[in-house]
Every structure is written in structure tokens, then in C-alpha cells.
């Protein structure tokens, strides 16, 4: 990746970009010396190359950004080839060279949008090709196989504006040229880069762009980001987030290439991506078909999101497994995938213990780094209720999140099992003082399933109506799952934390005799209005959280 931080050429140390800092003093206007002689040092001259993929636009001669994305998917392995030679080429010491060659035609060539380009208004030279161009250039190596150069344009241009936006015409312009012979200066590109370089060379005098449609802004960023044009990626990166998006062009932002996608510049484009495609999808289950048929960097942004309308995290791990199985049926394929990229997305430390084993037993992860994901799970689960604050604290100024909690639909448990000398389980629920607030009137919150005697359970919390004195109250319930006509005896009791001791005090016991979907539980656990449960000086929040337990055992 290229350097983008050098203060010479960083808008934000060079006072060069007011839209950014509007505290800042507005950088020089160049535009009235764009290629005039009198104000310029150099001449470059830009042989265009004929492309050999044909790009698709409309009757207006736009480019579509589907036409725009296809075309650069057909391309990327030449160009990924192309870059490499590029690179080698760029850095030659071409200081005894009587003209100086540099040939672009590795630059992503998009088709680019040109109604905006008026050449008469930047009284450009164009030069018919007189076929003995390449011959001229001593650029023998870049002649055997590469396309012919269909039109030739020369611009005068001054050294050091060029230089002072960009890293790359600033070495282009220090590597030890002398003055007369070496005046001119060759770029080599192909034609449908043209429209975009124009542009780009045209924003380094004026500090503005003439097109404002996606796909053209998207090749004036590919543009600058080859030529290390800093000020000009953030201005693009600016004007694309000003347009509305759309999943397509959310998508396309964030499968730009990796160069691009690495610079500071276009963070905030992509970060705006990413947010809207997590709020579109925020619950994958209503458009779950939709999101199957996403790309990798499309689930990765859903996935990421805290606010994931899920109803637990053991299924954020189900699609998960899906999705990989559905796009990578090669084994190999889908262990890198899930290790490299999307098992970062599963906050496994909020998975269930029962789904936790399951983990261990499939082979879609590699067992290795399933083994450390399960380990550490199970020890965050293990950990202090401060201690996992601590560490959620310390993991939210990370780009990882797998200790913070999402908003699911079935707020987590934990739960300790015994065998003996009784099947016994003693079940941990945390409610917030917000959550428990967005239960009146009339709500409920369900807790994550748990097991017993091999046999599901579920606490779900109620806002109620006493039924004897008609004001709401905080209720509790146990409920089983329903499966098929089992009966289950179970003895039960719930407590909850109180001040000032912060111990837990026992407030309902009982026995029930279940059956599939049955559920019992007591509608005014505290024996107090809702309103002086949730008073500032109620004794059942301790720091904002309500601490509730039940104790289940099996009846013989």
C-alpha cells in the first residue's frame, strides 16, 4: 500500500481540503494555469492504449454501476497481474532516459464516465497515431503484447502542483531528471481510464471534480489512489456518501481493491457501507433469502453489527455455518473462510453451553481454532459479571466484538448443571433497568432455552396487572418447551439480588407438574407496584441491572 500520510501531501497536515476542516484556511485555486504554457514547467504527454473489453452503458452514454462492477470483476486478474509489473516499472531509475515513459495501462480501466469532459475548455493537443509511437518511446519491453495506442494527448503541466498533491509526480519529478531534454514526460493508459485521469489531473489544480454519477466518481478514486492523490480520494469518498446508496453500490464500496480499501481516505465510505447494509439486514430472518445470496463482504458487515435482530447468538452460528456451506462446498474452502474471516463475526462467548458441544463435533471449523473459540468462551462465561464487563470495556475499542452483546431476542443465561446427588440446575438471568423498562405496559423478554433432564426450559419475564389490586407489577415465569406429550416434575424457586446486602433472596417457591408448553410462575415477584420497582431508590437494581436466579430440580 502506498504511503498516504506523508505531510507533504496529506490535506490534513497541507491545509488542503477546507470541505474537510472548514477551520482551516481554503487551499489555493490552480485552475486558470491547467494547461497553459505560460504557468508550466513540463509537457506530459499521455498515449491511450485501445481497451480490449468493450463497457456497457446507457443511451445517455453513462456507464450503469452493475456495467461498471461486472466489467472490474472480469478484469481483476489482469489487473492484479498488471499491478505487479507496474510497480517494478515505476520504480526504474529512468534518469538517463531522454524522455520519461511511465506506462499506466495496469491502472484499473473501468469504463469512466465522460459527458462532463469538454477538451476544447482545457484546450487540449491531440495527436493522430502516426503507428511509430511505441517505436520511439524505447519502451520495448511494454510493446510485445500490450494494445496499440490509438490517440496521443499532450498536456503542459506544472512540477510543482503535480507534486505537491501526489507522492508519485513527486518522485516522478526528483528523480534526478536535468533540466532541457527531459521536459516531457509519457503516461501510458488505457482509454477508458482516460475520462478519469482527466479528472483526477484537472482536481489537482481546482480542487473540485466536473462529474458527480457513481461510476465515473468511482474511477476518478482508482484514479487517485494509483497516483496517490490523497486530497482527491477523500473528495470522492465525500461525494459518494452524498449519494443515495443502494445494497448494489454498498456492495461495490466494500469490494474495492485492497489499496483502496486500506486508505484512510475512503474509511468513512466504507464505514457508511457497512452501516447501511447492517440496518437494512438488521434482522436476517425477514430477508433471509435476500442475505443468502450476499457476498462475503456483505455478511461480514451484517454479522458485525451489535444490532442484529437475532433471536440468540446460537442462531448468528447457524447461518453462519449455512451461508459457508452454501457458497464454499469445498471443505478446505470453508475452514479458511470461517478461521480468517467470518468465525470473527460469531460472539461464541454468548452462545449456549449445549451449542457450544455441538461446535466441537463439526467439521466445518478447523478443530484447532474451534477448540480455542469454545475454551474461551466457556471462560468468559465462568467470569465474575464485573470481570465480563471489564473485558466487553476493553474489546469495544477493538475492531473485535466478541465479548459485547447484542440485543437478542432471547437474553442469555448462565447455567450450572449438576448430576448428583439430584438433576439439578441453577439458571443466572440479567436484566437491564432500560429493558425492563420497555416492558410496560404490557411486554415480556424471553431468556435463552436451558436444559434439564434433557428436556428444555425457558424463564420469561412479564409486565402485568396484579389481579387482586389492578396496578402493573414485575412478573417471572418457567416455561417448558414443547415436546411431544412429556410430563416433567420439577420443584422451582426464584430470587433476586436486594440492597443493601446484594444477596440473593429467595421470593417464590413452588412445584409443577409440566407438560409440552406450559408455563408457571408468580405475577408480582416483589409484592410492589411497577413503579416502586422501578423507583431510582428500588432495592432490586444494583448499578442499572437486575440480578434474578432460578433453582430447578428434578421431582422423584
Known sequence: MKDQNLDLFDPRTAVMDPEYSPTRTREPDFAFAFNDSNFSDRVLRIEILGDSVDGGSDSNGRNSLADWARNRKRRREDFRKENDMYHSFAALDITECPEQIISCNQIDSEDADTENQDESAVAMIEEPNSGDEAANSDDSTWNCDSPRVVKVKTLHISSPILAAKSPFFYKLFSNGMRESEQRRVTLRINASEEAALMELLNFMYSNTLTTNTAPALLDVLMAADKFEVA??????????????????????????????LMADAVQPLTDAAKQFLAARYKDITKFQEEVM???????????????????????????????????????????????????????????????????????????????????????????????????????????????????????????????????????????????????????????????????????SAHCNMDQQSSFHCFGLFLGMQEKGSVTFAVDYEFSARTKPAEEYVSKYKGNYTFTGGKAVGYRNLFAIPWTSFMAEDSLYFINGVLHLRAELTIRH
Open 231 to 260: 486530497s482527491c480520494m477523500r473528495y470522492c469518498s465525500r461525494l459518494l456518501r452524498n449519494l443515495p446508496m443502494t445494497p448494489e453500490s454498498a456492495l461495490l464500496y466494500l469490494e474495492l481493491p485492497s489499496s483502496v
Open 293 to 459: 445470496k450476499l457476498p462475503l463482504a456483505g455478511i461480514e458487515a451484517i454479522l458485525s453489527s451489535d444490532d442484529l435482530q437475532v433471536a440468540s447468538e446460537d442462531a448468528v452460528y447457524d447461518f453462519v455455518l449455512k451461508w459457508t456451506r452454501a457458497h464454499y462446498p469445498l471443505i478446505e474452502e470453508r475452514r479458511e473462510i470461517l478461521s480468517s474471516r467470518l468465525g470473527r463475526c460469531i460472539r461464541f462467548p454468548f452462545m449456549s453451553c449445549r451449542k457450544l458441544r455441538k461446535v466441537l463435533t463439526y467439521n466445518d471449523f478447523e478443530h484447532e481454532f474451534s477448540s480455542k473459540l469454545v475454551l474461551e468462551a466457556l471462560f468468559f462465561k465462568a467470569e465474575a459479571p464485573h470481570r465480563q464487563r471489564t473485558q466487553a470495556a476493553e474489546e469495544s475499542a477493538s475492531t473485535s466484538r466478541r465479548f459485547l452483546e447484542r440485543a437478542y431476542k432471547y437474553r442469555p443465561v448462565k447455567v450450572v448443571e449438576f448430576e448428583l446427588p439430584r438433576q439439578q440446575c441453577i439458571v443466572y438471568l440479567d436484566l437491564k433497568r432500560d429493558e425492563c423498562a420497555n416492558l410496560f405496559p404490557s411486554g415480556r423478554v424471553y431468556s435463552q432455552a436451558f436444559h434439564l433432564g434433557g428436556q428444555g426450559f425457558f424463564l
